[in-house]
C-alpha cells in the first residue's frame, strides 16, 4: 500500500513538474532567471486570475506610465476639454493708438501650441490681427509670457542628468511651444573628425551648442545632449555617422516661452506693430488682464490619443501638472500626485501600490504594481463612460504606435490594445486582449533582465500568444515565487 502511495505522489509530482505552462516558458531561461518581475493576467469579464508573478510588487513601469496620467485626464477633465492660452493686454490704448502697457501671453500648460503633431498653425497670425482690431499700433511695454501656471521647476527633479537637454526630456512649463523641439544640423566628415555645427531650426537667439561629437562608421544617431533646465548652453556628445552633407539631432529648447514671446514681437512689427520694450517671461504669480483673443488646444480625446500611440512625454507631463493645477492651483509634481492618489483611491483601487514621480515614466524612481494596472484597465474598460474612448487612445499591435511591430503577423496582430514602456533594464507591456476565446487585460512589467530589449519583448511576445490560446487558469499559488527549475525539488523530497 504504501509503495503505491508512493508511486501515485511520484506521478502526480512528475505531471506537475513536466507540464509546461505559459509562465514556466516565460522564466525557463537565463535572460528573466533573476529579473524583477510583476505579471498580472484576468479574464476582462470575470475577473477570474488566470496567471501571475508577484502581482502586488511594484516595478518601474516606464511609459506604461501615461495610462495612469490620460486615464486620470480623461475622467477629472472630460474627453472634450481644451487648454486655452490668452493675449492680454495691460493698461489703455491711446487715441493715436498707443497701448501704455504690456502685452501678456498667458499660458494655459497647452502642449500643443504651434506643435507640428496637432494644434492651430495658424495661431500667431491670429494673435496679431486681434492687436490689430484691438486699435493698437505701438506698445510702450513689453511683450511678457506668462508660465506661472506651472511651477518653475519644468524638469521633474527625479529625471536623470542623462536625459535633460534632450527632446525627450524637455521641460513642462506653463507655455509650450514647438514641442519644446529644436533641430540641430550636422555636417560630418571623415571617420574620427568632428562634426560642424550648421543651424538650429528654428533659430535660437543666445543658445550657445558646446560640440563634442565625433563622426564614425555608424548608421545610427548616437548623440545625446547635457543640459541643465533653461541653461543656453546645450552640451552634446557621442558620435553621428560620417561623410554626411546633413545629418539632424533633436534636443530640448532651453527656454520655450522666450522664444514664443520673440517670435510673436517679430511677427508684430513685420505688420507693423512697433514693441518698444523687450520680451520677458513671468514664472511668479499669473498675471491679469483684458483678454485681446484666447487659442484653444484640441480636445482631450486627441490629446491623450497623441499621447499614448506615440509615447509622447511632454504632451504626458502637461496633463500630469494640469491636474496639479486643477486641485491646489499649483501646476507641480506634488499636487499632480497627490490628485492621481486621491482619485484612484476613492475609486477602490490599490494605491499603496502606486508610486509616482512624473506623468510621462521617464523617472526611474516611479514604481507601480501589474496588480493596479489591471485594476485601472479594468475600471476604465467597465466603469468608466470614457471607455471606448481610452481603448481607442491606445496603440494596436501590429498596426499603429509603439506596437506597430509589436506581434506583427502573429494570432494577435490587431487584438492588443495596449501601451509599452522601455528605457534602461526596463520592458513593460499593460492593456487589452481581445479574441474569440475570451477578453483579456494584462499588465507584464520586467525590470533588470540579463537580455536585450529585443529578447524580453520576444518572451513577452510568446507569453501573451500562449495566454490567448490557453482555456485553463495557471495555478497562481505555484507560480508567484517559484522558478520552473525549482520545482524539480518535489522529486527529490519525496525520496
Same mark, same amino acid.
Given at each position: 500500500m504504501r509503495q503505491i502511495q508512493f508511486i501515485i505522489v511520484f506521478f502526480i509530482c512528475s505531471l506537475w513538474v513536466n507540464a509546461s505552462t505559459p509562465i514556466d516558458n516565460l522564466?525557463?531561461?537565463?535572460? $528573466? =532567471?533573476?529579473?524583477?518581475?510583476? $505579471?498580472?493576467?484576468?479574464?476582462?469579464?470575470t475577473g477570474e486570475t488566470l496567471a501571475s508573478i508577484r502581482p502586488s510588487h511594484s516595478a518601474m513601469p516606464a511609459s506604461t506610465m501615461k495610462l495612469i496620467t490620460t486615464a486620470t485626464a480623461l475622467e477629472l477633465l472630460g474627453k472634450d476639454f481644451r487648454f486655452k492660452t490668452s493675449i492680454l493686454k495691460q493698461g489703455k490704448v491711446s487715441s493715436d493708438s498707443i497701448l501704455d502697457g504690456n502685452l501678456i501671453i498667458s499660458g494655459g500648460g497647452d502642449p500643443t501650441l504651434g506643435s507640428s503633431r496637432m494644434g492651430d498653425s495658424e495661431f500667431l497670425s491670429k494673435w496679431v490681427q486681434a492687436v490689430?482690431?484691438?486699435?493698437?499700433?505701438?506698445?510702450?511695454?513689453?511683450?511678457?509670457?506668462? =508660465?506661472?501656471?506651472?511651477?518653475?521647476?519644468?524638469?521633474?527633479?527625479?529625471w536623470q542628468w542623462d536625459d535633460m537637454g534632450n527632446y525627450y526630456a524637455a521641460g513642462a512649463y506653463g507655455l509650450a511651444y514647438l514641442d519644446n523641439q529644436f533641430q540641430l544640423v550636422l555636417k560630418s566628415d571623415?571617420?574620427?573628425?568632428?562634426?560642424?555645427?550648421?543651424?538650429t531650426i528654428p533659430e535660437i537667439p543666445e543658445l550657445e551648442i558646446d560640440n563634442q561629437l565625433t563622426s564614425a562608421a555608424i548608421s545610427f544617431d548616437s548623440a545625446f545632449f547635457h543640459a541643465a533646465p533653461k541653461s543656453n548652453v546645450r552640451s552634446i556628445y557621442g558620435k553621428i555617422p560620417a561623410n554626411k552633407a546633413e545629418f539632424i539631432v533633436k534636443g530640448d529648447i532651453p527656454n520655450p516661452s522666450l522664444l514664443l514671446s520673440y517670435h510673436f514681437k517679430n511677427l508684430l512689427k513685420v505688420n507693423?506693430?512697433?514693441?518698444?520694450?523687450?520680451?520677458?517671461?513671468?514664472? @511668479?504669480?499669473?498675471?491679469?488682464?483684458?483678454?485681446?483673443?484666447?487659442?484653444?488646444?484640441?480636445?482631450?480625446?486627441?490629446?491623450?490619443?497623441?499621447?499614448?500611440?506615440?509615447?509622447?512625454?511632454? #504632451?504626458?507631463?502637461?496633463?500630469?501638472? #494640469?491636474?496639479?493645477?486643477?486641485?491646489?492651483?499649483?501646476?507641480?509634481?506634488?499636487?499632480?500626485?497627490?490628485?492621481?492618489?486621491? #482619485?484612484?483611491?476613492?475609486?477602490? $483601487?490599490?494605491?499603496?501600490? $502606486?508610486?509616482?514621480n512624473d506623468g510621462s515614466g521617464l523617472s526611474p524612481s516611479d514604481g507601480i504594481s501589474a496588480h493596479f494596472f489591471v485594476e485601472l484597465l479594468t475600471y476604465m474598460h467597465l466603469k468608466s463612460k470614457n471607455d471606448s474612448i481610452f481603448l481607442h487612445s491606445l496603440p494596436v499591435s501590429g498596426e499603429s504606435g509603439t506596437l506597430k511591430n509589436f506581434l506583427k503577423n502573429t494570432?494577435?496582430?490587431?487584438?492588443?490594445?495596449?501601451?509599452?514602456?522601455?528605457?534602461?533594464?526596463?520592458?513593460?507591456?499593460?492593456? #487589452?486582449?481581445?479574441?474569440?476565446?475570451? @477578453?483579456?487585460?494584462?499588465?507584464?512589467?520586467?525590470?533588470?533582465?540579463?537580455?536585450?530589449?529585443?529578447?524580453?519583448?520576444?518572451?513577452?511576445?510568446?507569453?501573451?500568444?500562449?495566454?490567448?490560446?490557453?482555456?485553463?487558469?495557471?495555478?497562481?499559488?505555484?507560480?508567484?515565487?517559484?522558478?520552473?527549475?525549482?520545482?524539480?525539488?518535489?522529486?527529490?523530497?519525496?525520496?
Open positions: 522564466l525557463d531561461n537565463s535572460v $528573466l =532567471e533573476h529579473a524583477n518581475i510583476s $505579471l498580472l493576467v484576468q479574464d476582462l469579464k490689430q482690431k484691438a486699435g493698437i499700433k505701438k506698445v510702450n511695454g513689453n511683450i511678457v509670457a506668462d =508660465e506661472a501656471l506651472f511651477d518653475r521647476e519644468g524638469v521633474n527633479a527625479s571623415v571617420i574620427g573628425t568632428k562634426p560642424v555645427v550648421v543651424k507693423g506693430i512697433d514693441v518698444i520694450g523687450s520680451c520677458k517671461v513671468n514664472s @511668479d504669480t499669473i498675471i491679469k488682464g483684458d483678454t485681446l483673443v484666447s487659442t484653444y488646444s484640441p480636445i482631450l480625446k486627441d490629446i491623450i490619443t497623441e499621447t499614448n500611440v506615440k509615447s509622447n512625454n511632454l #504632451y504626458a507631463e502637461h496633463l500630469f501638472r #494640469y491636474l496639479g493645477y486643477t486641485r491646489s492651483r499649483q501646476g507641480n509634481a506634488a499636487s499632480a500626485i497627490k490628485v492621481i492618489k486621491d #482619485y484612484w483611491m476613492q475609486k477602490g $483601487l490599490s494605491t499603496s501600490q $502606486l508610486f509616482l494570432a494577435l496582430h490587431g487584438k492588443v490594445y495596449a501601451k509599452s514602456g522601455t528605457i534602461a533594464r526596463v520592458k513593460c507591456y499593460a492593456g #487589452y486582449i481581445f479574441t474569440e476565446k475570451r @477578453d483579456l487585460v494584462f499588465a507584464v512589467l520586467i525590470n533588470n533582465s540579463k537580455g536585450s530589449h529585443k529578447i524580453v519583448t520576444q518572451k513577452i511576445e510568446d507569453f501573451l500568444i500562449e495566454m490567448s490560446q490557453s482555456t485553463a487558469t495557471i495555478p497562481t499559488k505555484k507560480i508567484n515565487f517559484t522558478h520552473k527549475r525549482h520545482k524539480r525539488q518535489c522529486l527529490k523530497n519525496e525520496n
